[in-house]
């Protein structure tokens, strides 16, 4: 498995120390690290292989490898593949939502705990937003898949990407005026960031697919 480390990381580092929220990001990324580990294990549990682990400025990433025999298993049956997908994506919320509950049953200190159960908390919601390639993006990705087929799914997740960003960014800019809170402002950078780069990739595909489609009409037309 490949290993690879965003170098934004040392950026965010320097701010949240300069801000004096060092630990809270240390101990998000710790979590992060138990949330992939969740997609890891149901990847894993479901014949999938890890392929590569990227550690990002807020949080881990890990992709799986399709073999070359999964792009016909794919073709006969990418329904049931979408569902893999869609389970493995659950599984780094669902891991998050398990230490929760444990530890709002744990006789720790208050303090560690509401550390706890915020940091997954977060974790959860974040990762849970409906922003490609977030798990709750993926999740709707391949819901759509199965609904409308992989380029109508891919058109609608980047425009549902786009609005709730844009909703996103509105909110929690009043948000940091409010609270002179820096990291939330951080976070939107990120989101854009990685919506910009799918962004791109989608717009590529979508001339391919365009000149398919010209492609075909043609010959149809013969």
Sequence with gaps: MRFKIDLK??????????????????????????????????GILLGMKPDKLEIMPLGISISFRVLPKDYNYKVKFGNIFEVKKIIVALAGPLTNFIIVVLALNLNLEIVSNMIIIYCNLLLMIFNLLPIYPLDGGRILNSILYILFGKFKSEQMINNISFAVLMLITISSSIIVYA????????????????????????????????????????????
Aim: proline share 0%; charged share 20%.
């Design 9 to 42: 990381i040392f950026l965010f580092l320097l701010l949240f120390y300069i801000t004096k929220q060092i630990h809270i990001y240390a101990i998000l990324m710790l979590f992060a690290f138990i949330h992939e580990l969740g997609h890891l294990l149901a």
């Design 179 to 222: 609270f002179k809170n820096i990291s939330i402002f951080l976070i939107v950078i990120f989101l854009w960031v990685i919506y910009l780069k799918e962004d791109l990739i989608y717009r590529r595909r979508k001339k391919i697919y365009k000149l398919v489609e010209k492609t075909i009409e043609i010959k149809s037309n013969k």
